[in-house]
């Protein structure tokens, strides 16, 4: 229990966690109704999942990640966050893979139709970095904002406790500093973590993270406590894997449609669309409508889809993008360029899943780059 003439922790103000603490404040969020989504180690890759004690975590570990590689690697430390991110992003739980719509099931001459009727998840998910903040910021645009909202993406994000932890690691394909999506974490989530040696430091980003930190014992930081956490995200950003310039990224990819890089990416580029798959952005969707053998029973599924896919543009008999090359320069510029015509953002956060999970390490950094180096080429061609 905490101590009743301790200090009440406020919105906005930072505390001195032990990390033992960490325990009761995942056992809080479970007896409020949530189930705690955070990071733990699964067939050799970290992954978000379902956790009950902070020995779920993957203390003790890290990542090494490269283009089109992966690997765990033990710390030589008792690090609970040491890592950068795995394959899995939070999208999956807000945006799942497969959703079922409705059933439909045969009524005498007709059919009746029956709505999904059971209550959206209540999650809380731990571990959130500073990237994937921002990741969740642009699907809530997408999913939530203009005249249509998804009900189904609402009712599960509008339920979510957010727990963010400040970036300790910088992964070998991280650029988020880049886009300037981190390493530090945005304000959004109810409580934002920062991993010492010893203690957490507790950011209070909301009055419900407060209320929920009133029953944790804590300690308010002290100025070490507040410089140590500046230190330690300076050189998590002076760590960074990759870089990307942004510099008037939107305009040199729109005029440099016809580059001669977007084949040459085409003769690597395998079309299996896991880039967009880890992507913590990447949106699309089909639906499907299935039906039993007897015709008596239908459902109708919206499941993830890719823009790599031929199926994606499938119209009038023949998909519109059939090459490679049309597929890649689609996902790229709709990323960096057209996303901010629609959402007023970019669509990529930095977070570099899309080159540690391709499987040829094809690297969005260095295809920009090629762009811009030869961009000068372009420019005096539209002079002339």
């Known amino acids: 229990m905490a101590d009743p003439e301790a200090p009440i922790p406020t919105l906005s103000s930072m505390w001195r966690m032990e990390k033992a603490r960490l325990q009761d404040l995942i056992d809080a969020l479970r007896r409020q109704g949530y189930t705690v989504i955070g990071p733990c180690i699964r067939e050799g890759a970290i992954v978000y999942d379902e956790i009950h004690q902070i020995s779920d975590l993957p203390i003790g570990w890290t990542d090494e990640q490269d283009g089109g590689r992966y690997r765990l690697k033990r710390r030589e430390d008792s690090s609970f966050f040491g890592y950068a991110v795995g394959p899995y992003s939070w999208k999956r ?49 997408v999913f939530m904002s203009g005249p249509y909202v998804d009900p189904a993406y609402q009712a599960r994000r509008e339920g979510v406790f957010l727990i963010a932890v400040q970036c300790a690691v910088a992964g070998g394909t991280c650029f988020c500093a880049s886009m300037g999506t981190g390493p530090k974490a945005p304000p959004g989530a109810d409580l934002i973590l920062t991993e010492l040696a010893e203690a957490f430091i507790v950011e209070i980003g909301t009055e419900r993270g407060a209320a929920l930190m009133a029953g944790i014992p804590c300690a308010p930081a002290t100025e070490a406590d507040r410089a140590a956490v500046e230190a330690q995200l300076a050189a998590t950003a002076r760590a960074m894997g990759r870089q990307m310039d942004t510099t008037d990224l939107p305009a040199l990819l729109y005029r440099n449609l016809e580059h001669p890089r977007w084949e040459e990416v085409a003769q690597r580029c395998l079309t299996c669309g896991n880039c967009t798959m880890v992507c913590p952005t990447c949106f699309c969707f089909t639906v499907e409508d299935i039906s ?93």
Not at 103 to 124: K, L, Q, T, V
Not at 131 to 136: G, S
Not at 322 to 349: D, I
Not at 365 to 376: H, K, L, M, N, S
């Open 292 to 384: 039993d053998l007897t015709g008596t029973r239908a459902e109708r599924v919206r499941r993830w889809d890719s823009c790599f896919t031929t199926e994606f543009t499938y119209t009038a008999g023949r998909p519109i993008r059939q090459s490679a090359k049309a597929r890649y320069r689609q996902w790229l510029t709709h990323k960096l360029a057209s996303w901010w015509e629609q959402f007023g953002t970019s669509g990529c956060v930095g977070c570099g899943r899309c080159i540690t999970w391709c499987p040829v390490g094809i690297d969005l950094t260095e295809e920009v780059a090629a762009i811009r180096r030869t961009d000068g080429a372009t420019l005096e061609a539209e002079r002339r």
């Open 93 to 141: 739980f807000l945006h799942p893979p497969v959703l079922s719509l409705g059933r439909a099931r045969r009524n005498g001459a007709g059919f009746e139709w029956i709505a999904p009727s059971d209550p959206a998840p209540r999650y809380a998910f731990l571990g959130v970095r500073a990237c994937e903040l921002h990741a969740i910021a642009i699907l809530d645009r």
